[in-house]
T-cell receptor, first 115, second 110 residues
């Protein structure tokens, strides 16, 4: 079974702190994604990566950056956390994109609260 | 721009009923459509993936169909159980990313 793990289930940070969210997948997937999920707004894509050191902005990249130094690991960085970044953060991975068989698998999520 | 809509937004049924959850999408040029389950405060669990060339997929009591020409997919849950209570999300993929619907919150009571 594909397994996507996230470093923390719950995280509480202060405004202005630098925050790292880590995601690891064990299925050698090329693609990895970071989403945030908010009530009434659904899931929105922040960033995705299609290869090591490669990244593309999603729909809401402002205030975030990412790092992918190894194929299995994709990090989301909040350079200076703000209260409007309080949210559920979900990581996902999938095989190479341009195939109809490519299925996304999600991690358990990190509930981040910024005070 | 692809838009995905799910109807109904919420559903409450007694145990044992057969259910149909609906998903509509505006752009029929999709690679695939995926159905997910989400329990409160948890991540998404992939239930079924229907590729663009397929009409339906089945897994246990779940059956998902896809009609690209009409922009519709349905998730059929047979003999519902209280353990099926969750939010069900559909998502279509036309490029590199998934476009999600807003979900159907299902409650199955004993």
């Amino acid at each position: 079974d594909v397994k996507v793990t996230q470093s923390s289930r719950y995280l509480v940070k202060r405004t202005g702190e630098k925050v790292f969210l880590e995601c690891v997948q064990d299925m050698d997937h090329e693609n990895m994604f970071w989403y945030r999920q908010d009530p009434g707004l659904g899931l929105r894509l922040i960033y995705f990566s299609y290869d090591v050191k490669m990244k593309e902005k999603g729909d809401i990249p402002e205030g975030y950056s990412v790092s992918r130094e190894k194929k299995e690991r994709f990090s989301l960085i909040l350079e200076s956390a703000s209260t409007n970044q309080t949210s559920m953060y979900l990581c996902a991975s999938s095989l190479w994109t341009w195939t109809s068989a490519s299925e996304q698998f999600f991690g358990p999520g990190t509930r981040l609260t910024v005070l | 721009k692809q838009e995905v809509t799910q109807i109904p937004a919420a559903l409450s049924v007694p145990e044992g009923e057969n259910l149909v959850l609906n998903c509509s999408f505006t752009d029929s040029a999709i690679y695939n459509l995926q159905w997910f389950r989400q329990d409160p405060g948890k991540g998404l669990t992939s239930l079924l993936l229907i590729q663009s060339s397929q009409r339906e997929q089945t897994s246990g009591r779940l059956n998902a169909s896809l009609d690209k020409s009409s922009g519709r997919s349905t998730l059929y849950i047979a003999a519902s159980q209280p353990g099926d209570s969750a939010t069900y999300l559909c998502a279509s993929r036309a490029t590199y990313k998934l476009i999600f619907g807003t979900g159907t919150r299902l409650q199955v009571f004993p």
